[in-house]
């Protein structure tokens, strides 16, 4: 894990510096990410989230030395004592942080657990980049949507693979020659 002031690994171990608060960055566009948001926020806490929209002036202001710009392209937790968790080990740590879920972040974890959160990761991750719209545009439409190597999500079906890409869009009929009507 890499710090937000430039300190080792070493420097902010649980031992040395406990995890107070943690703010947890996700992504505003994304309808899968603000129900986990608020899902997160029902939750009894052991140690206090703040739930803060990525990439936002918020974020910008709480966290200045981060790379905002990755923390749009996957989930980023960061302690009070500058612990960075990006992947796997943010989903865990938000676990961690709850009463009710502290046994389920230690078991995912472990050697076991671990390839579990992975793959849970890189769900949410497809389906994220699947119906991620741009801040501001409204909840998920409901719609079938397509990926560009080869997913779909239909409402009523849930998630296919075709196994290729759509095909690309078709060129005019008459190959861009034709005469303009007059």
């Known amino acids: 894990m890499t710090g937000v002031t430039g300190t080792t690994a070493a420097d902010r171990d649980a031992t040395r510096v406990p995890v107070h608060r943690l703010t ?6 994304c309808p899968l990410c603000r129900h986990v948001r608020d899902w997160l926020a029902r939750q009894r806490q052991l140690v206090p989230l703040d739930l803060v929209p990525a990439g936002s002036d918020e974020a910008r202001r709480r966290l ?25 080990a943010a989903w ?13 972040a230690h078991r995912l974890s472990t050697p076991v657990g671990a390839p579990l959160a992975r793959a849970a990761v890189l769900a949410a991750a497809r389906y994220r980049r699947a119906t991620r719209r741009p801040e501001g545009d409204g909840a998920w439409g409901g719609r079938v949507y397509r990926t560009s ?32 009507p007059d």
Do not use: K, M, S
């Open 64 to 88: 200045p030395e981060l790379d905002h710009g990755r923390t749009l392209e996957e989930i980023t937790v960061v302690g009070d004592g500058g612990q960075v968790y990006r992947g796997p």
């Open 24 to 29: 947890v960055l996700y992504d505003a566009g």
């Open 149 to 180: 190597d080869g997913w779909t999500y239909d409402p009523d079906a849930g998630w296919t693979r075709t196994g290729q890409a759509p095909p690309p869009a078709l060129p005019p009929a008459c190959g861009g020659t034709c005469p303009a």
């Open 92 to 104: 865990i740590v938000c676990l961690w942080a709850l009463a009710d879920h502290r046994p389920t």
